[in-house]
């Protein structure tokens, strides 16, 4: 069993700065695909950023340039840096974590982007 603790988000001004943390339990961080989504009300979850157990990473359109997903296997941990909020990155954001066998999900954070 892995658990996802997730930590981070907030309240932010347009073209503000936040970042989230996501620690993941157990020993399968090293291996597994890890990724945030985001999920607007009334909306889908949808993919922000992924990064692969090599370092790997891949961006939905509206974040490339913006966010930064990171990982370090040492902490069990993956990062997403996010620079130049808008307000529609307005959304809870939940880490995942994927391997060939097992797909877990944290708890989610909110993050607003207001004025």
């Known amino acids: 069993q892995v658990q996802l603790v997730e930590s981070g988000g907030g309240l932010a001004r347009p073209g503000g700065s936040l970042r989230h943390s996501c620690v993941a339990s157990?020993?399968?961080?090293?291996?597994?695909?890890m990724g945030w989504y985001c999920q607007a009300p009334g909306k889908q979850r949808d993919l922000v950023a992924r990064?692969?157990?090599?370092?790997?990473?891949n961006y939905s359109d509206s974040v490339k340039g913006r966010f930064t997903i990171s990982r370090d296997n040492a902490k069990n941990t993956v990062y997403l840096q996010m620079n130049s909020l808008k307000p529609e990155d307005t959304a809870v954001y939940y880490c995942?974590?994927?391997?060939?066998?097992?797909?877990?999900w944290g708890q989610g954070t909110q993050v607003t982007v207001s004025s």
């Open positions: 157990g020993s399968i961080f090293s291996i597994a695909l």
């Open positions: 990064i692969s157990n090599a370092g790997n990473t």
């Open positions: 995942n974590l994927a391997t060939l066998a097992y797909d877990y």
